[in-house]
């Protein structure tokens, strides 16, 4: 059972349109994400918790504390136009030192933690206080959802060869890249497709293809796996020299589903090959995995990046 | 592999049932919401988490705004039946006062905030302080639930064309609306299937017909997707205008499924279009994405609104 | 594509065995849940989680509140032991005053709620809170995950029928039972399969068969949807009176899926029917949903268990 | 449908390779762990959130503690170094006890308990806690994360016999082993596949293939299931006997795949046998499950593993 629509051989309408470029487009970027920009709708554009989920985690951090040291700042504000004189403890002696002590009352109320050395007496700046407390326990709610999203996120970790080959297959020639897992849970029931994009010269449109493949499905993905494209006749790469693909702005583009089987997840990795990464006349060197005597097995996922050149 | 029912060309079963009301109907909303409302079981028909999952954000603010107080209203009575000479640091003249400040110790009870200038000595008071504080626990475990719920639901934010236009297609004509994804998240695997409902003049029954498509299924959508039913003799909708459908009440119901990668979640997305949304002899203006030097591409989603008249 | 396995219409395995019990079974309670206790492993069998989410509100509120009682008892006692002399603030005359403020001391501790008016002294103290402290952070995190889990669990609330009923159908007779959705979330690509498990008079076996529907599958829930299944030539239940089934044991068990998809989640409900819940020469009553003037149609569920009695 | 790749019965890619190690191998352990390290990748192969969802509960209590303390050590310093006159309420008399006391702070602040009997006086303090509270709110919101992670990740908790037998079957011999779920919830749409994996005593290869089942998929595992390989001429093991399979070590690998319906949770499972599991002439006891007159059916799950030994 095929999950992707590979029926269509003909020019295949992938989402990406048919326009030709005059800049050289990548839709694709080697980290997987989509090379496009949706404009047009202002703020409903935004997507913060998509942002929160996917940024890295300097960033966070960096936003996580710039936030922290904000409200701080707004409620310290707050509580010192209410008046110092309304908080007991608050024994400093200049107007800035007392709004330095109202910060750090402020952060000691956020985060719930209310040594009481410094607490509110007035009715105001109680119900300031109860307010920023509330708001403390509802943002650090938020932050535990963001924290579990970003950490139980589907991912699949493939590393991919360096390099998209044409090597020597069978009788002729095929493209061939590898992949493999570099984490320790399993990937089950993986299945790939690959996608060329390339400019049609004589129409000066782009035009997407599917690339039939030797094996596009397998159980396991314990060691590697080598997604091989037969360079046939029914190829529409058949008799293109790797200058051909170059000059048509070939673009390779791969989806590979799994299975993560610890979180039972449906993944997704994508990649994309251009032209200058292609190796004309080259093989894969084979992966040299070695069982220990207790019969388990060790492989250096980096050696799936080393071939050989072939005369 | 077809995900929808789409076998049956004939008068097919929605769950919409045949009835042919006297008021005009619309099925589905222009925000997918199913038009009906279901009743009959009392509280049981009711479904709070749903409610705070999918109400506005400015609801739930209400909404915890004033449980917050009710609550800290409730505690604040049950400590001042039990005496407010059972609190220590409670110096407050009038009993109004006081009322205020077993509030304020009520908030900084159930927020386990607890500064301390105010504390319960007797049993009674201390106890009442100790069930506070866990109800505030557990109450805040579930406010995460909840706000984790509402950010990590899948969501597909897609944009529709504002109108379903009659457009010249191939030799004869055809029916389209578009698609844009508004968010910078993939979508992939989207799958479309496009119902009509329509009153039978002869029979008085309502019947549904899946509307043939172009093409139902594209692999990403990067930039838009223009849906496609043709006009042919096939056609349910054959020969008929726009005229001939509104008094047929014609609704047009979409319902799209696709992955958003982010999540690997299956996200659904619904809309209608009912024939005063129509419009004759018109064409889409075809969208003009740019890509930038460094092969981005930036598209305006809003565009897929613009469309020409034909003569 | 059929998502069951509907392909052998022979006795098929459902994985409740051939066995022929002496006493009547039921497999499926009216609740859906399958009747088998599983022994033999011990506390291996045990499954915390899954009562946690499963239990009655009541059952959970009421191991929560007493764990609350007996965790502080302990540490209460370990207070106690350590001495009331390490403690600041503890000033109570009698040796069980003091325990008691100790456990209200522990309470505040575990809850984080720390008013500080009583505070640990001595270092064996101290590490008793800390620990403590650090306990009740991580038993509120599992509640805050419990509690999430029982509130996002997946589920389909269908209301079924209270009766199947022997229908006429067409020109003969058919098998029917309806069900509705109770809340307001849509329940979409409903899927229905219905096994009858019955036993056989001469092999003294229990056998299963699938039976063949008349609609399986309907895209939208939106109001109800009468199940049938036509007593034809090929039915295993050609021409077997309520007697005959009463006899032979039947047990209609279904099976629904649907997606939720508020949540886009994947639900499923289960029912069965016994020979008593059977109903010979009835039909049910159509139901009224009505359309108000905005076009939002009114539907009470509980009408799907009325019927009538036809000669 | 069949959900797992069968149709290839040649050598088939399994993604463990084909080549043939020295020392044996078990590629898939009884827990159903694959055998292989994925190394070279330095840091980033390692995944904390994976091993902190699966490890045991002892492992992650003793990380837990031993990272609370540690931090506390450190923030203790930091105080220390802040110097202690910087905190009210910290009479301590020895720079040791001083420390021990600015520990226990620390571990006041972290938890956000704060007693407040010591409590920062200078900025620098002031300045330390409030980062120090602010990292034990996302330190706990992490803690939740992964508590939560850990008790919803899906799990099959089935039970396999613990050998696997070559029994007389029909009119020949066949290959079998029996499955049950040890847990209160319920299984349905379970589907087997079984592989096996021996080395070609000629090529001296590696060599895959799938074993044709009797039946490979059922809708309840409400009792349990015995999984039949009938030994026909079709099969790849036809003739030989448990010798032969050991000198070619051979190993059945088993992928189970079902759906736990309280989560609506795709669930995986895998086994494995070796020859050494493995008992010719031997045929599973039946199974005795009682049923009370409630018609609740009573299974002792552990009887799966019981044979006989057969002339």
């Given at each position: 059972?095929?999950i ?62 710039s ?174 020299t ?24 449906t993944?997704y ?35 799936i ?7």
């Amino acid at each position: 059972m095929a999950i992707f629509n590979n029926k269509n051989k003909e020019a295949l309408e992938l989402g990406f349109g048919t326009k030709n470029y005059s800049n050289r487009v990548r839709f694709l970027g080697t980290d997987g994400k989509v090379n496009v920009h949706r404009a047009g709708m202002g703020i409903k554009n935004l997507d913060v918790y998509h942002w929160l989920i996917t940024t890295s985690i300097l960033s966070l951090v960096l936003v996580i504390l710039s936030s922290y040291v904000f409200v701080n700042l707004i409620f310290a504000l707050v509580y010192y136009i209410i008046g110092p004189q309304n908080f007991g403890g608050l024994d400093a002696e200049t107007p800035m030192q007392q709004f330095i002590n109202l910060f750090f009352f402020s952060a000691q109320t956020i985060t719930t933690l209310g040594y009481g050395h410094i607490y509110p007496v007035g009715n105001a700046a109680s119900i300031a206080a109860a307010i920023e407390s509330l708001l403390g326990l509802l943002t650090f709610a938020l932050a535990t959802g963001v924290l579990y999203g970003r950490f139980s996120r589907p991912k699949a970790h493939l590393l991919y060869s360096n390099n998209i080959l044409i090597s020597p297959y069978k009788t002729g020639k095929g493209i061939m890249f590898r992949i493999a897992n570099r984490k320790q849970y399993e990937l089950i029931e993986s299945e790939v497709m690959v996608t060329i994009a390339l400019n049609n010269l004589e129409t000066q449109k782009r035009e997407f293809f599917n690339l039939k493949l030797e094996i596009s499905r397998i159980n396991f993905l314990a060691l590697s796996w080598t997604i091989v494209h037969p360079l046939d006749e029914e190829s529409p790469l058949f008799g293109l020299t790797k200058k051909d693909l170059a000059e048509r702005d070939v673009e390779f583009i791969i989806l590979i589903k799994a299975i993560n089987d610890t979180y039972s997840q449906t993944v997704y990795s994508r990649n994309s090959y251009k032209a200058e990464e292609m190796v004309e006349n080259a093989k894969f060197k084979p992966l040299t995995p070695e069982a220990n005597k207790r019969g388990r097995v060790r492989l250096v996922v980096t050696d799936i990046h080393l071939y050989d050149v072939v005369s």
